[in-house]
């Protein structure tokens, strides 16, 4: 049990950690849309490097916030029988729909945008405009890591389920 409890340990440490990163982005994102909205209304200047920018930190924000969202239990949830159940009957929900439903939904994005992410890392994939950031693979490697994450995160919820379902712990559902 310890070797386990230290896995699910480290999975829910790192994405708390990636929680913490996130919540930098934000105002990182707040900070280049007011940078943007200052250059364009006040002084008469665009650049398409800050105005993407913002794209890349809004898709860092939602890609990655998704295992965080499902640690902390923001995500969505059809919820009219499930806040009545038991600790037990939480666990095999969480339990049945991770193995059923988040595992295989996070290999069917990896496996399709793999060839994708792959292509664009070949060419180095640059903005279309001028100007803009050259580095367009980077933000479609999000496609790679965002199942990556979310898969870890319901690993860690999976595991979790199961020890309540065996009655080791209470669990957090």
């Not at 896995?7 to 708390?16: A, D, H, M, P």
């Not at 069917?108 to 070949?122: G, M, N």
């Not at 180095?124 to 803009?132: C, M």
Request: charged share 10%.
């Amino acid at each position: 049990m310890k070797f386990l409890d230290n896995i699910l340990q480290g999975i829910n440490c790192f994405t708390q950690w990636v929680g913490r990163v996130i919540a930098w982005l934000c105002l990182m994102l707040v900070s280049l849309t007011v940078l943007v909205v200052l250059l364009r209304y006040f002084f008469g200047m665009g650049s398409i490097a800050v105005q993407e920018s913002v794209t890349y930190v809004h898709s860092t924000i939602f890609m990655l916030g998704l295992a965080v969202a499902l640690q902390c239990g923001g995500h969505v949830r059809v919820d009219i029988f499930y806040r009545d159940f038991s600790a037990q009957h939480k666990a095999w929900v969480n339990f049945l729909g991770g193995i059923f439903f988040l595992l295989p939904f996070c290999g069917l994005i990896l496996f399709s945008s793999w060839d994708y992410v792959l292509a664009s890392w070949a060419i180095k994939e640059t903005s279309a405009e001028s100007g803009g950031i050259a580095a367009v693979y980077l933000l479609k490697s999000l496609m790679i890591l965002m199942p990556i994450t979310l898969a870890l995160q319901g690993l860690s919820q999976i595991l979790s389920s199961l020890l309540c379902i065996k009655g080791i712990t209470e669990g957090d559902a």
